[in-house]
Structures are given as C-alpha cells and as structure tokens.
C-alpha cells in the first residue's frame, strides 16, 4: 500500500535497540526501552507558510533520524510497525 503523510508529517521505521549494554550484559526484552533513533520512509509535501507557500522539509526518504522518545504515533501500515510524527519531533539526522 503506498503511505503519503500529510503537510509536515513523516512516516518513520524504528531502528532496532542494542541487545546488550557496553559491559556486555544482555538487556531482555521486558527491560528495553522504545527506540528513539529511526529512518524515514515517507515525507510529507510541507507545511504551508502564512503567504500560502510550502516550507521546504528538512528531512527526506532514507534518512536516519534521532527523534523524542514519546514523540509521534504509532501506526500500523502492511503489517510492519510504524510511526508518524511532524517534522518538529525530529531532534537529529545522524549521518554515518
């Protein structure tokens, strides 16, 4: 099915957590918490301006963002686990 959020929002995939912490200790799956880092699988068109115009989005398709941890909600779209947010809920994109 294709997915297109509206004005300023973004449809984002979570990123897998860690397993284990950096001492080594595996963190089971009652303990972990959401992940706040994910990558971008559809962008809006924008969000209009007071004159009418649309804002250019910071972000696009493929990239990998950091966002708030209860920013956004969660979808369910072809049976994969999503979430929407706006724009604004994106702190970072994380460049490799």
């Known amino acids: ?16 957590s860690e397993e284990k912490t ?19 699988i559809a962008v809006g068109k924008g969000k209009k301006n007071d004159k009418g115009e649309r804002a250019a989005m910071d972000v696009k398709v493929g990239d990998k963002v ?8 969660d979808v369910k779209v072809d049976g994969e686990e999503l979430l929407i947010m706006r724009e604004d809920d994106i702190l970072a994109i994380i460049e490799d």
């Open 1 to 16: 099915m294709k997915f297109t959020p509206l004005h300023d929002r973004i449809l984002v995939k979570r990123l897998d």
């Open 22 to 40: 950096a001492g080594g200790i595996i963190i089971p799956d009652t303990a972990k918490e959401k992940p706040v880092q994910g990558k971008i």
């Open 66 to 73: 950091l966002f708030s941890r209860y920013g956004g909600t």
